[in-house]
């Protein structure tokens, strides 16, 4: 990964959303590529959500988190591509990949917790 940008809009919100808001977060990461790695993970699922939360702040300053931007120039063994995301705590998401060695790109939009479409752009 080459480029990495997060870009945080806070505001006095707090609530189950902001949770939402990290865990898309902790997604933008999937461009690492973690095949080098031999560790043993013996954590479970909310141990290993509750790390990377705790990693990102305290809640008293992750409740004011409002909106999430991140962008990153991935690799993959296909070629490379970006991935741009944005998040709102009123639900609203945004997930974007461009690809280097496809005509297409992938756009997907969730509004709420159970309204959302994608679409792929020619």
Do not use: W
Not at 62 to 75: E, F, G, H, Q, W
Not at 89 to 97: I, M, R, T
Not at 107 to 121: D, N, Q, R
Request: charged fraction near 20%; hydrophobic fraction near 35%.
């Amino acid at each position: 990964m080459s480029m990495s940008k997060l870009v945080l809009h806070s505001s006095e919100r707090s609530g189950q959303s902001n949770n939402f808001i990290l865990f898309i977060l902790i997604l933008c990461c999937s461009c690492v590529n973690p095949t080098n790695r031999e560790e043993v993970n013996d954590k479970s699922a909310e141990d290993i959500v509750e790390a990377s939360l705790n990693a990102v702040g305290n809640k008293a300053n992750r409740d004011k988190i409002a909106n999430l931007v991140s962008m990153a120039d991935c690799i993959s063994p296909d070629g490379k591509y970006t991935t741009e995301i944005h998040t709102a705590v009123e639900g609203y998401s945004f997930f974007k990949q461009v690809y280097s060695y496809k005509p297409a790109s992938f756009e997907a939009v969730i509004k709420k917790k159970t309204k959302g479409y994608s679409f792929s752009i020619q």
